[in-house]
């Protein structure tokens, strides 16, 4: 996946279906051009940012206070919220395929079991 491609505006790379792990009663959509489908709801998508981490902030402009979708390109660690309270980042503990494109939903960083449910990989 092209990073600076999507950092200007060009989706075409997330292009397809994404979908997390169904037994954990998790989501899936789908991107197509500059939208996101879940269900029968589509949202436009823009570029919130990048990350410390590599990963890419993506926001639908139409729902005030929605959660991002973040993508995370192989190779980047999701960071996990520890029982401890402390946030991981060196991928040790992140319960994702990291060989694997990931887009995730959440306003905050997660613990590992959340982070699975949440997790949506390109098919």
């Known amino acids: 996946m ?3 491609q999507i950092l200007t505006g060009d ?3 997330l292009q397809g279906k994404w979908k997390s792990n169904p037994s954990l009663e998790g989501i899936q959509f789908v991107i197509k051009e500059n939208c996101v489908w879940y269900g029968n709801q589509r949202y ?3 570029v919130k940012g990048q990350e410390n981490s590599g ?3 993506l926001e639908r402009p139409e729902i005030e206070n929605a959660a991002p979708f973040i993508f995370y390109p192989k190779g980047t660690p999701i960071p996990v919220l520890l029982e401890n309270g402390q946030i991981d980042r060196t991928g040790i503990f992140d319960p994702t395929d ?3 494109d990931r887009i995730i939903m959440a306003q905050t960083i ?3 079991e959340l982070i699975k ?3 949506a990989y390109h098919e």
């Open 2 to 4: 092209k990073i600076n």
């Open 11 to 13: 989706f075409s790379t």
């Open 44 to 46: 436009f998508l823009s």
């Open 55 to 57: 990963a890419v902030a």
């Open 98 to 100: 990291q060989g694997k």
């Open 110 to 112: 997660l613990n590992k």
């Open 117 to 119: 449910s949440v997790t």
